[in-house]
Structures are given as C-alpha cells and as structure tokens.
C-alpha cells in the first residue's frame, strides 16, 4: 500500500508539471507574525502524508491534520510575542490561567488563509486571528468610558493619521493617544463594543501615503504630528491636542486611527 500511494503522489507530480505554463501561479506567501497594518496575526504550518494511510486521499487528508496542527501551535507562539501597551507582551498575561485559557480558545478560532499542496503528497497551511480579538481579551470590559470628542465639533474628518516618524514607537494591541499634559484622549476606552472586536484601537503603516490609502482612517482623515512616544504612548504637542479637541471625534468610537512609523 505504501509504495501504491507514492505512485499515486508521483503521478499527481508528473501531472502538475505537465500543467507547464498554463498552470495558475501560486499566491504569493504571507510573512508569519504580526502583521499591524492589515491588523491580523499569521502563522504557517507544515504536514508531511501519512504513508501508513490506505489511500492517497487518506493520505492527503493526514497532511492537512498535521499541517493545522503545526500551524496552530506557531500561531500560539505568534500570539505570545504581541505586544500589549509596549512594556508587557501576551505571553506575559497568558501566564494567567484565564488569560491562557481565553487566548487558547481563540487561536482555535482560526481562519485558513491559504493552502499549498506539494507533489509530495505534503501540506501547507497559512491560518491567522484577528488583533482586535486579543485586545478584547486583554480588556474585556466594554464599557466606553473615555469621551471621543465634541458633538458639535467640526465634522469634516473621518478618521485620524497619527506622523510618528522618526520616533521609536512599539506597535502593540492598546497604544494611547495623550494630550500635552499626559491625559489621555484615545485608548481602547474609547472604542464600542463593536469596535473592540472588529476593528482595535489603531493600525500602524510604513508612510503618509499608506495611511491615506488606509480605509481605517476614511477618505478625509486629519493628520496630527505624535512630539513624544513612551513605549505605545504617543504625545501630542499643544496646538495639535487642541485641533483634535475641537473636533466631532465620533469616528474615534469605531477605532479609525492609523499610526505611520518609520
């Protein structure tokens, strides 16, 4: 049975090959790990076929079984390496049974992605959660209890670009935004319920022009200038604080906040 099944797999092989340039290309591979402006975290996993299996398909089968499992396990570690708020990571917080236990059952609520079949019978997976879905983990608390702005305040921005270039900032699950004296004026407070599942409290990209690409900050968003970081925490200056002030920051509730690095 076994050399039966590598004759099948080579076949499938031979077959693949013979496909030559009509064959559809493969989709390009997604780096593991975090992956702050699309806001998910990803992992990859491998599965050699079972050879002891009766058929090829069973066979097949096996190496998906693996490939998931494989792939589950690394999205844990991935999970673990996430930075919180920029002093603590999540392997810290799951050192708590019920944190551990809430992340666990959220990993396994995984999302495939991508699968990959090699002429060898092997398979790879790519599976990923969403970010927003550990932040309600960490702060399960979905009371709004931080104000998000004027209701007679300016309307014409629908979300906010936050330049924090050329400061050393950590991208992590609850940046805050302070204002000139320390007080918060943006945290995960802020955010719905909804937006606490669905969105986060920020997305972080490379440049401006990938921020205003961003449908995370809508298509007139405001651009404000960060002057101090500490870890997740992004200062503004004075003049910048009161132009956020002086807005309606409604969009802040949905969590529309990009951050651009670098």
Request: proline content about 5%; charged content about 25%.
């Amino acid at each position: 049975m076994k050399r039966l099944i590598l004759a099948v797999l080579a076949c499938v092989s031979l077959s693949v090959a013979a496909q030559g340039k009509d064959a559809k290309p493969a989709e390009p591979k997604a780096q593991p790990g975090v992956n702050w402006a699309g806001q998910v975290v990803r992992a990859t996993g491998q599965g050699a076929p079972d050879l002891k299996a009766q058929t090829p398909a069973h066979a097949r089968l096996g190496a998906e079984r693996a490939a998931l499992s494989d792939a589950l396990r690394n999205l844990l570690g991935q999970v673990k390496g996430v930075s919180v708020d920029g002093t603590k990571k999540m392997g810290d917080l799951m050192e708590k049974d019920e944190v551990r236990t809430r992340v666990e059952g959220l990993v396994r609520g995984y999302k495939i992605v991508n699968r990959r079949y090699f002429s060898d019978g092997g398979v790879e997976v790519e599976i990923e959660v969403p970010l927003a879905l550990l932040s309600d983990v960490v702060d399960p608390d979905t009371t709004q209890m931080l104000a998000v702005g004027k209701p007679d305040g300016d309307k014409s921005a629908t979300g906010l670009v936050i330049d924090a270039r050329g400061l050393k900032v950590t991208p992590s699950l609850m940046p805050r935004l302070l204002d000139e004296g320390g007080k918060a004026v943006y945290s995960i407070d802020s955010l719905s319920a909804d937006a606490r599942k669905q969105s986060g409290v920020a997305s972080y990209v490379q440049s401006l022009e990938d921020a205003n690409k961003s449908l995370k900050a809508g298509e007139k968003p405001i651009v404000l200038k960060a002057a101090k970081v500490s870890g997740a925490d992004l200062q503004l200056a004075p003049e910048d604080a009161k132009k956020l002030a002086a807005l309606n920051t409604a969009f802040l509730a949905d969590g529309k906040v990009v951050i651009v690095l670098n």
